[in-house]
């Protein structure tokens, strides 16, 4: 489709990778492992000379394809009517799902549908399952939820994709965060306090107004470690 840009092709080391994660085994189901589509793989030249490769979903070959430039086209084909004809769907490129956190699409086979985020569906098309149910599609080095470019996408465990919030300045920390109680100022007044020794974290709670807990945690970083 073109849209986002080529950017770098991602190597391809982890296409004899045999990890089963949570759409694993599922995936399995659907096509066997995502080695088996690569002799489907096309290739569409674009007038500024670029290159967009295309691969058919596992367990829907025939049906659909996604890009590395993460387009999702749902392929020209018969299919049942409404009534007990049959009537011919041109190939399209779906329009992902703006009103869900991630662009998502949904993709139909023998009555089946599968609601997919674009990220994970590029993933498990070209590199693979996750390596685990704990895994994540994790948007680096662009934070864009919208840059579903292979070359931006990759599973990454929960922490790193805090971390990356962190480093890229969208991690709710501190007075950004709506549920926050306490203010920069009001810690770092905590913490100076603590930090002459006359004080323990029940007085420094009681002078600021601030239960006990949350002045603990404050003042040993547990929380607003960021400041």
């Known amino acids: 489709c073109g849209a986002g840009g080529p950017g770098p092709r991602q190597p391809r080391a982890d296409q004899d ?5 949570l759409f694993g085994a599922s995936a399995a189901r659907r096509g066997g492992g995502h080695v088996s589509n690569l002799h489907n793989e096309k290739k569409q030249r674009h007038p500024d000379g670029t290159v967009e490769y295309w691969r058919d979903v596992l367990g829907y070959e025939g049906c659909y394809r996604v890009s590395d430039r993460g387009c999702v086209k749902s392929l ?3 299919v049942k009517g409404n009534g007990h004809g049959v009537q011919y769907k041109p190939t399209i490129i779906l329009k992902p799902n703006p009103a869900t ?3 998502t699409v949904q993709i139909c086979k023998g009555g089946m549908k599968w609601v997919v985020s674009v990220g994970e569906l590029v993933l498990i098309t070209f590199v693979g399952p996750k390596p685990s149910i704990s895994h994540q599609v ?3 080095p662009d934070p864009d939820r919208q840059n579903n470019c292979l070359s931006n996408l990759r599973w990454g465990t929960p922490k790193q ?4 919030r962190i480093h890229h300045g969208t991690h709710p ?3 950004m965060n709506g549920n926050a109680k306490l203010t920069t100022e009001v810690v770092l007044a905590m913490r100076e306090l603590y930090a002459t020794g006359q ?5 420094i709670a009681r002078k ?3 239960p006990h807990g949350r002045a603990w945690a404050a003042i040993s970083r547990r929380t607003w470690s960021h400041v």
Do not use: C, L, M, W
């Open 76 to 78: 020209g084909r018969i």
């Open 138 to 140: 994790r948007h680096f």
């Open 17 to 21: 990778q045999r990890s089963r994660g």
């Open 101 to 103: 956190r991630y662009p």
């Open 208 to 210: 600021f107004n601030v």
């Open 173 to 175: 920390a501190g007075e």
């Open 161 to 164: 994709n805090a971390d990356d």
């Open 199 to 203: 004080y323990a974290y029940k007085t």
